[in-house]
């Protein structure tokens, strides 16, 4: 059975910084593009940032590039995402999800197999 478990939420002020992980349990995670998403209340999941199954390639929302970086280790099986300078509009439940491609990184949700159950981030102004 695969599982995504996120974890590392939280509060934090403007300016501040948290490393969501996400811990995966799926014997193919080496060779699966690994996402972030993230949900606003009353609003769609969007994109956040991805990784190629090695690392070599990363894709980040225009709304996050330069203060997110995503990374993965995968003999831990984990992906994580670095948040700095964090605003107010960042505040979401941020996921966890596994895409099984044989191609490129998708922005889209319904292109990832397998979610996690989420993480809830809050920043305060």
């Known amino acids: 059975q695969v599982q995504l478990v996120e974890s590392g939420g939280g509060l934090v002020q403007a300016g501040g910084s948290l490393r969501l992980s996400c811990v995966a349990s799926?014997?193919?995670?080496?060779?699966?593009?690994m996402g972030w998403f993230r949900q606003a209340p009353g609003k769609e999941r969007d994109f956040v940032a991805a990784i190629t199954w090695n690392g070599g390639s990363t894709y980040y929302a225009d709304s996050v590039k330069g203060r997110f970086t995503i990374s993965r280790d995968n003999a831990k099986k984990t992906v994580a995402l670095q948040m700095n300078s964090l605003k107010p509009e960042d505040t979401a439940v941020y996921y966890c999800a596994a895409d099984r491609t044989l191609y490129g990184i998708s922005v889209h949700p319904s292109e990832y197999d397998y979610w996690g159950q989420g993480t809830q981030v809050t920043v305060s102004s």
């Open positions: 799926v014997r193919t995670f080496s060779r699966d593009i």
